[in-house]
């Protein structure tokens, strides 16, 4: 009998240890990653049929690693499982083509009730957030512009590591670039959002959910 393959991405282990044997007396749990740019590279060699996502994670976030893995998986699953019972979060979230909102307080089996709801194709959104405050604030950021398309995908990454407090060199060595083009990039983004120190940037990064408030 073939069993759907589930990857979990959480950057802290017991979580991800939970999930894992959770799932797996009914899916197959093909692996378990702890930050987003290691859930994309896991995702093009395990081809998962659904992830389970963190919103917060280091390197790169929850959010954008899931946009990646759809891009090159069209017809992946992404549940988010997060603390943030924030609504308009969780917009962002189904506006991104989530098929399900999960929070970490919930019972456990309604994490495996979501998978088998995304498996369905349909989506599911924990009881304790309103689907109609959660669908209306989708529909407004649908007609609005997007702050986040103010920046490319890679101004975003290094966006996210400078506000996670990475030095230059490391984030060069984490994206594979020069110092000289990190410092390239910071410029751009500080004159994209006319910020004007490390603090207008970290500010940015908490309201587009980049890094953990």
Same mark, same amino acid.
């Given at each position: 009998?073939h069993r759907s393959?589930?990857?979990?991405?959480?950057?802290?282990n017991?979580?991800?240890?939970?999930c894992?044997k959770? /799932?797996?007396?009914?899916?197959e749990?093909?692996?378990?990653?702890?930050?987003?740019r290691?859930?994309?590279r896991a995702a093009?060699? /395990?081809? !998962?049929?659904?992830?389970?996502?963190?919103?917060a *994670?280091p390197?790169?976030?929850g /959010?954008d690693?899931?946009?990646?893995?759809?891009? *090159?998986l !069209?017809?992946?699953r992404?549940i988010?499982?997060?603390m943030n019972?924030d !609504?308009m979060v969780?917009a962002?979230a189904?506006r991104r083509?989530a098929?399900g909102?999960? /929070?970490?307080?919930?019972?456990?089996?309604?994490?495996v009730?979501a998978?088998?709801t995304?498996?369905?194709?349909?989506?599911?959104?924990? !009881?304790t957030?309103s689907?109609?405050t959660?669908?209306?604030?989708?529909?407004?950021?649908e007609?609005l512009?997007e702050?986040g398309?103010?920046?490319?995908?890679r101004?975003r990454?290094?966006?996210?590591?400078l506000?996670?407090g990475?030095? *230059?060199?490391?984030?060069?060595g984490?994206l594979? *670039?020069?110092t000289r083009?990190?410092?390239?990039?910071?410029y751009?983004i500080?004159?994209?959002?006319?910020a004007?120190?490390?603090a207008?940037?970290?500010?940015?990064?908490v309201?587009?959910h980049?890094?953990?408030?």
């Open positions: 009998m393959r589930i990857l979990i991405a959480d950057d802290h017991l979580v991800a240890e939970l894992k959770l /799932l797996e007396s009914e899916f749990v093909v692996g378990t990653v702890s930050n987003g290691d859930l994309v093009s060699e /395990l081809r !998962p049929d659904v992830i389970v996502v963190d919103v *994670m390197v790169l976030n /959010l690693a899931a946009v990646r893995v759809k891009e *090159m !069209p017809t992946v992404t988010f499982l997060t019972n !609504p969780a962002e189904f083509g098929s909102y999960l /929070l970490k307080t919930c019972a456990p089996a309604e994490m009730t998978v088998r995304a498996l369905r194709g349909r989506t599911y959104l924990s !009881p957030l689907k109609d959660v669908g209306f604030l989708r529909r407004q950021r007609r512009e702050e398309e103010r920046l490319t995908e101004q990454e290094v966006l996210q590591l506000a996670e990475r030095a *230059m060199k490391e984030i060069g984490i594979n *670039m020069t083009t990190v410092a390239f990039h910071k751009r500080m004159e994209a959002l006319d004007k120190n490390n207008d940037l970290v500010k940015y990064a309201r587009n980049l890094i953990a408030a």
